[in-house]
C-alpha cells in the first residue's frame, strides 16, 4: 500500500527503552506553522496527565510538535505526570525554539506507573535530527501497544487538478469503546481547511467511526485523536464546490473508517469481524444504543466466538438496552441475511445448518430491524476468545 | 446445614425430560391459602412468555401454585409461548380445583426453542401426589442450569418463644446482573406478615442483595424472585417490637445476602469472589454506579484472575462511571487493607511482594473511599477466566 506523506508535516521514531524489547516507541512529529489541528480527547475522568497538558496548551497556543510515546499511559502518576512532561517538553522547547504551550504530548501503555521521562530526554535531540516527511510507517509502528498490526492509511484524490493528500494512523486493541476518539489516532491533509470547517469535520467522521466500535466497553484514559491540514496545498477548502467538499469528507471518513476497522480486527483476541447494522430506529440515539448493548454483550461474543446462532442472546440485550418499545414483538433479527427472529418468535426460515456455515465466516453481520423509525447505525466489534482472557491476564496496561 | 421447611408450603419435584440427562428440572410449589407473596420480576424489555403470564395473574388472584421449570426459558417463543404455558396451567387447574390466575409460572433455560410443555403436562399429576413441606433440597436442585451448586440456605430464629423460619433457594451462574431480581429466587417464612409489609421487607432486601451483584453485566429476560409469608406462626409482623422487626429483616437480609454470594460464588468460570465497598460517596446511586462499573470492568476481571494488583485498570474503570467529581484526586483504592492510589498517584506503601500474596486469596475486597459524602455501596462480582468463554461458547443460553 502506497502511503503518501503529507507536505509540511515532518516524523521521526525511534527506540528510547519505553519498552525492554527493541522496537520503536517513541515519536516526535514537527507541524510547519501553517498547520491547524482539532483534536478530541477521552471523556473518562480518570485523565492521562498528558490529556490535561494537551488541552491547556490547545486553549494558548497552535500546536508545532508532538510527542507521542507507547509504553506508559502517564495516567494516575499524581504530580510526576505534569513534572516529567514539562522536564522531557523543555528539552524540545530548548532545542527548536518552541514556546512550552505549542507542544501537544500523548501516551499509551502501562497505567500508575512514572513514565521513563529521561529516556524521553535523552531521545529528543536524536529525533529532532531525525525528522522527516516520508515516516508514516515508522510513525504507525511506534504507537503499538498490544496491538499485532500497525494501522496505517493513505489516500489521495484529485480535486481540480491538484492531489490532495490524507494519512493517518492509528493505535488501540484493547481497553477499546472510545468515547470522542480512540486511544490514538492521527489523521492529516495537505488541504487547507479553516479552524471551524476542520473541527467540524473532525468532530463528523469520529463520531461515525471511532465512536462506533467495542471491543470491550472500556474508555480509555489517554484517548486522542487528532485531525490535522498542513495547509500545504494551493486547494482551499472554501473555494471546493459541494461535490468536491462531499468527495474529500468522504475520503476524510474512509480514512477514519480503515483505522476504526483495523482497531476492531485487531482487537485483544479477536477472531471474527462483527457488524451490528441496526435499522428503522425512531433515533440514531437509540439505533447506537442498541448496537452498543449487542457489541459489549460477553453472551452474545462468546456466542459467536464459538459460531453459534444463539440469536436469544442477542434478543436478551435488545431488551437490556434503552429501546423505546416497551416489548421486542415488532424487532428483527438477522444473521447476514438470514432471519432468526420475527414476530417475537424464531423466523419460519430458520436454518441451523445455513446459519453455522455463515458463522464460520470470519466477516459477521448481525442486522436489527427495530420497525419504529427511519434512523441507523452501524457499531463495530469483535468476538470475545480465550486469547482476550489470556492478553489481559499477562497484560498489565 | 439444617433446612427448615416451612409450615403452609409443600414442595415436590421431578425430571420431566427438560435436559437429556437423568436429573430434576421441574418442581410444583402449593401454597396453603393463608400464603400473602411478594413478587419482582425482570426489567428486561424481552420478557419471557412466564413473566408476562404472572405479570396478569399477580393482579386478579393471590398464587396458589408455582410451576417451575429449567431447561428452558420460554422467551422470544412468540404465541407458542404463552398457549403453551395455558396448556401445562389446564392440567394442573383441573387436578387442584385452582383458577388460572392462581397460578405463577417460572422458567429457566435456553431462549427462543419452544419448550416441551408436554413434559410438563404429564409431569404435573405426578407432582401433585408427591407434594410434601420438606423438600425444599430437591427445588433448589431443580432450578439449576449452568450451576454448579445448589443455592439454598435456611435460618431461625426465636421471637417471643415461637420459631421463626426462615428458607430460600435461588439460581443463578451466567446473564447475571439482576435488575429488580435475580434468574430465580423463592424466600419463605413462617411469619404472618401484611402484603404492605412483605412487598416492602422484599424490595429492600432485594435492593441490598441481588441488585448489588453482576457477573457478566448482562440482565435476563427471566429474572423472577418470590419472598412468601405462609402466616402460619401465630407470630405477626405487626406485633413485633421495633428491636424483634430490626432483627426479623435482619435475618432475612441475611438469607438474600447469602443467596447473592453463593450466584456470585458459582458465577461462571469464578476462581475469585470479590467484594467491591465503596464509601464516602455524595450518594448510594453514585457508589453503586462506581462499584458496578468496576465489577462489570472486563479489564479489572482478567486481571483479578491473573492476581495482578492492576489498579490502573480500576481507575480507568472508576473515570468511566457516573462518578460526580471532575477529577479522580480525591479518590483511594486499595486491595483489602492495601493502599494503591492516593493523592493522584501510586500510594507511598505500595508493596508489589505483599499484594501479590493478598490477592492470592480465593476472597478479595476493592475498597474505594470517593471522599465526596457519607454514602456506601458494596457490590458483589467474580474475575473472568477462560472457564466463562468455555462455558458461555459451549451452552446455548
Known amino acids: 500500500m502506497k502511503i503518501y506523506p503529507i507536505k509540511g508535516i515532518e516524523i521521526s521514531s525511534i527506540h528510547s527503552g519505553m519498552y525492554e524489547k527493541k522496537r520503536l516507541d517513541l515519536s516526535l512529529v514537527k507541524l510547519s506553522s501553517n498547520c491547524l489541528v482539532s ?27 508532538l510527542i507521542i510515546n507507547s509504553g506508559n ?4 502518576t499524581g504530580k510526576y505526570g505534569m513534572l516529567d512532561i514539562n522536564d522531557y517538553c523543555s ?11 505549542e507542544i501537544l504530548v500523548f501516551s499509551t501503555g502501562v497505567i ?16 529532532y535530527r531525525s525528522l522527516k516527511e516520508d515516516n508514516w510507517v515508522n510513525f504507525s509502528k511506534s504507537i503499538m501497544t498490544t496491538d499485532t498490526q500497525a494501522k496505517i492509511i493513505s489516500n489521495k484524490i484529485k480535486i481540480k487538478n491538484e492531489y490532495i493528500t490524507i494519512t493517518g494512523v492509528a493505535k488501540g486493541s484493547g481497553m477499546i469503546k472510545p468515547n470522542m476518539a480512540t486511544m490514538l489516532s492521527f489523521v492529516a491533509t495537505n488541504l487547507s481547511i479553516d479552524k471551524k470547517t476542520i473541527k467540524s469535520l473532525h468532530k ?7 465512536n462506533m466500535i467495542t471491543v470491550d466497553g472500556e474508555t480509555s484514559t489517554n484517548d486522542a485523536s487528532l485531525l490535522i491540514s498542513s495547509r500545504t496545498s494551493i486547494i482551499d477548502y472554501k473555494q471546493l ?4 467538499k462531499k468527495r474529500f469528507y468522504n475520503a476524510i471518513l474512509d480514512i477514519y473508517k480503515d483505522l476504526a476497522r483495523k482497531i476492531i480486527k485487531d482487537g485483544e483476541g479477536a477472531t471474527k469481524f462483527i457488524s451490528i447494522n441496526i435499522k428503522n430506529a425512531s433515533s440514531f440515539k437509540e439505533a447506537k444504543n442498541v448496537g452498543m448493548h449487542i457489541g459489549n454483550s460477553l453472551l452474545v461474543k462468546t456466542a459467536l466466538f464459538a459460531e453459534d446462532a444463539n440469536w436469544g442472546r442477542i434478543l436478551s440485550a435488545i431488551g437490556n438496552s434503552e429501546i423505546k418499545s416497551k416489548d421486542l414483538s415488532s424487532v428483527e433479527i438477522s444473521f447476514g441475511k438470514f432471519k432468526v427472529f420475527k414476530n ?18 470470519k466477516e ?3 442486522n436489527v430491524n427495530l420497525n419504529s423509525g427511519k434512523s441507523l447505525a452501524t457499531v463495530w466489534t469483535n468476538d470475545l476468545s480465550y486469547e482476550y482472557i489470556r492478553i489481559n491476564a499477562e497484560y498489565r496496561t
Open 364 to 366: 459477521i453481520e448481525i
Open 91 to 101: 528539552v524540545l522547547k530548548k532545542i527548536s525554539n518552541c514556546k512550552m504551550s
Open 39 to 65: 483534536s478530541a480527547f477521552t471523556k473518562n475522568k480518570a485523565k492521562s496527565s498528558c490529556i490535561i497538558f494537551n488541552e491547556k496548551n490547545l486553549k494558548k497556543s497552535n500546536p508545532k510538535y
Open 112 to 127: 500508575g506507573e512514572r513514565i521513563k521521562y529521561k529516556n524521553i530526554c535523552e531521545s529528543i535531540p536524536k529525533l
Open 344 to 361: 417475537n418468535e424464531k423466523a419460519k426460515s430458520y436454518n441451523e445448518k445455513k446459519l453455522s456455515r455463515y458463522l464460520k465466516n
Open 73 to 76: 499511559a502517564n495516567a494516575g
Open 204 to 210: 463528523k467522521a469520529i463520531e461515525d467511526s471511532f
Open 241 to 244: 464546490s459541494t461535490n468536491d
